[in-house]
């Protein structure tokens, strides 16, 4: 299985808002509500911050929502704050059961 | 609050098994609709997803490593665990142990582990 494609940095100011995009295909993105996305600082484990494409998990801020079109997931982070500056990664439910990450967005708070 | 804390050797010599064991507290490997995953971090690099069981002992993995991969659950222990034979340097990783698996999101994670292959 083939990693999920992300761009691999993003950047924004203060206030902004950006969005990081994670393509797959018919076989995975495509196919199902089932992405997910996370957020890593440094040295730290991932932490969920999207699940089934739109839901956000107890406690995570509402500036983080998630949407898909086609092969394509996306993750739109509103209001951008200094503490978001972090590496971000897709996750997707494939056809053989399995899970599948994109390569990963290093997002940088100018 | 489920809390999963990863363990076993840092460091593993080329062509040998990297063994690894997650053990959860506040919550049951047991439990319905829970399944637990191993995924791992080469330094620098992104994530991978190896493998999933459920308490059942069904498991499912990565195609790329499920030749050298083995993954078991001790539901009398909460513990589940990660094999995986013939390494080289290029398994060397962060492992993390996670709930979560099949279209489950991985909600809970350890802080995972570091293992380093080198003779």
């Known amino acids: 299985q083939s990693a999920l494609t992300q761009p691999a940095s993003v950047s924004g100011s203060p206030g902004q808002s950006i969005t990081i995009s994670c393509t797959g295909t018919s076989s995975d993105v495509g196919g199902y509500n089932y992405v997910s996305w996370y957020q890593q600082h440094p040295g730290k484990a991932p932490k969920l911050m999207i699940f089934d494409v739109t839901k956000r998990p107890s406690g995570v801020s509402n500036r983080f929502s998630g949407s898909k079109s086609g092969n394509t997931a996306s993750l739109t982070i509103s209001g951008l704050q200094a503490e978001d500056e972090a590496d971000y990664y897709c996750s997707s439910y494939t056809s053989s059961s399995t899970e599948v990450f994109g390569g990963g967005t290093k997002l940088t708070v100018l | 609050q489920v809390q999963l804390q990863e363990s076993g050797p840092g460091l593993v010599k080329p062509s040998e098994t990297l063994s690894l064991t997650c053990t959860v507290s506040g919550g049951s490997v047991s439990s319905d609709n829970y399944y637990s995953s191993w995924i791992r971090q080469p330094p620098g690099k992104g994530l991978e997803w190896i493998g999933y069981i459920y308490y059942s002992g069904s498991t499912n993995y990565n195609p790329s490593l499920k030749s050298r991969v083995t993954i078991s659950i001790a539901t009398s222990k909460n513990q589940f665990s990660l094999k995986l034979s013939s390494v080289t340097a290029a398994d060397t990783a962060v492992y993390f142990c996670?709930?979560?698996?099949?279209?489950?999101?991985?909600?809970?994670w350890g802080q995972g582990t570091l293992v380093t292959v080198s003779s």
């Open positions: 996670a709930r979560g698996g099949r279209w489950y999101p991985f909600d809970y």
